[in-house]
């Protein structure tokens, strides 16, 4: 395993650990959606997670890998000193490790093809995949069964926008500008 990480890629590691810390204090804090759906307050932050994480992949697989697990490590000391329930805990560890892993291995394969390609077809797996791990385990058997539906609408929905615009601003501008 290579590890290549150049300044850029500590900020970007540094931010990828920071929002999925945010994300996870702010799990159980909720936004209705006007219609139907809802969201939690993390998941505006933790939306960037999956962009963030693929701008790591020029470092190599070993250095996204070796962020995912700080990344996951540290929400588990952060949820505990801060009494975060264990069940948002366990959510978070199991969505970080298995989406994560899934997104990164999506995005090796596709490194031929173009940025966005490479983004939306990880996210395609990774966001929904996210979605169900974490708020199955965090609030199943909390919450009633239409409002986890509610939460699995509203989380995808948010999680797929924001990548989006993550994904489209890069090296300080969003892509399609030339200047």
Do not use: C
């Not at 936004?31 to 999956?50: D, E, H, K, R, S």
């Not at 298995?98 to 990164?104: C, Q, V």
């Not at 979605?131 to 699995?152: D, H, K, M, N, Q």
């Amino acid at each position: 395993m290579t590890l290549r990480f150049s300044r850029a890629h500590g900020i970007n590691a540094a931010i990828y650990i920071l929002a999925t810390l945010g994300a996870n204090y702010t799990a159980t804090w909720f936004l209705p959606f006007p219609l139907f759906g809802q969201v939690a307050v993390g998941t505006f932050i933790f939306g960037i997670t999956f962009t963030q994480r693929d701008r790591l992949h020029s470092a190599g697989r070993g250095g996204v890998y070796l962020t995912i697990a700080i990344a996951a490590l540290a929400n588990v000391a952060m949820s505990a000193v801060l009494d975060v329930p264990f069940r948002i805990i366990l959510a978070s560890f199991l969505a970080i490790v298995l989406a994560e892993t899934a997104d990164t291995e999506i995005y090796q394969k596709l490194l031929p093809y173009p940025w966005l390609v490479r983004v939306a077809g990880s996210n395609a797996v990774s966001v929904p995949l996210d979605t169900l791990l974490f708020s199955l385990v965090a609030f199943a058997g909390v919450l009633p069964t239409w409002e986890i539906v509610s939460l699995l609408f509203g989380e995808t929905i948010t999680k797929y926008a924001i990548g989006a615009i993550a994904a489209l601003w890069k090296e300080g501008k969003f892509i399609w500008q030339t200047s």
